[in-house]
């Protein structure tokens, strides 16, 4: 099987724009999780999808928005960006009911900079 | 609230010598628990999950992890460790929110240097 796609892998946006990250997950999954990584907070949850429902949402503001398609391909967006939201964006799919349905596998990633 | 600490922020060991990472949650009902790797530039990948039953449970690279629920304490190890085993290494739960899966709540991981 293939795994969680992520694109694209880099981006460079200026302050003020907004961005849109793509998420493919792994055939089978109907759960998409969203991640933000920095080197100051760590790994924190955005949101999760679950059959094109927001099932559960982080603390991020409402800039950080998310949708997820009858495929189970999901994508994010940042409104406005921010210098802060320079990031590693992460997503992880997995199966989405039941118990094991935590066991999330994760893309590359998508490295975000801000300027 | 749920939790996970990791206080270990970097280790550094010797090829071949043995590895425990620690790892600690707070959660208030049997967690799942999780560890991950993650190389530079690279996503999570899974190297182990409890989710309940044999509190020893094996993963992926020789690595294995005890749950001990007295201690709410989830560490990792490995035998002997390789060169290529350096990473940095998060502990995760899971956590319920209204029911549903939610989402998985991370320690701030450890960083793992090998010594040739």
């Known amino acids: 099987k293939a795994g969680v796609t992520q694109t694209p892998r880099y981006l460079i946006k200026t302050r003020g724009q907004q961005v849109t990250l793509s998420c493919s997950p792994i055939s089978g999954h109907r759960s998409v999780s969203w991640y933000q990584q920095t080197p100051g907070q760590g790994l924190q949850f955005l949101f999760e999808y679950f059959s094109e429902t927001q099932r559960n949402k982080g603390n991020f503001p409402g800039r950080f928005s998310g949708r997820q398609f009858s495929n189970s391909r999901s994508e994010m967006n940042v409104s406005t960006l921010e210098l802060g939201d320079s990031a590693l964006y992460l997503c992880?799919?997995?199966?989405?009911?039941?118990?094991?349905?935590?066991?999330?596998?994760f893309g590359p990633g998508t490295r975000l900079t801000v300027t | 609230a749920q939790s996970v600490t990791q206080p270990d922020i970097h280790i550094t060991v010797s090829e071949g010598a043995s590895l425990e990472l620690r790892c600690n949650y707070s959660?208030?009902?049997?967690?799942?628990l999780f560890w991950y790797v993650q190389s530079p530039g690279q996503g999570l990948q899974l190297l182990l999950k409890y989710f309940s039953g044999d509190t020893l449970v094996q993963g992926i690279k020789g690595f294995e992890a005890e749950f001990k629920r007295s201690q709410s304490s989830f560490n990792l190890r490995k035998p002997s460790v390789h060169w290529s085993d350096a990473a940095e290494y998060f502990c995760?739960?899971?956590?319920?929110?209204?029911?549903?899966?939610?989402?998985?709540?991370f320690g701030k991981g450890t960083k793992l240097s090998v010594k040739p």
């Open positions: 959660y208030g009902a049997t967690p799942y």
């Open positions: 995760a739960v899971g956590a319920v929110v209204g029911g549903s899966q939610g989402n998985l709540i």
């Open positions: 992880a799919s997995s199966l989405g009911t039941g118990g094991p349905t935590y066991e999330q596998y």
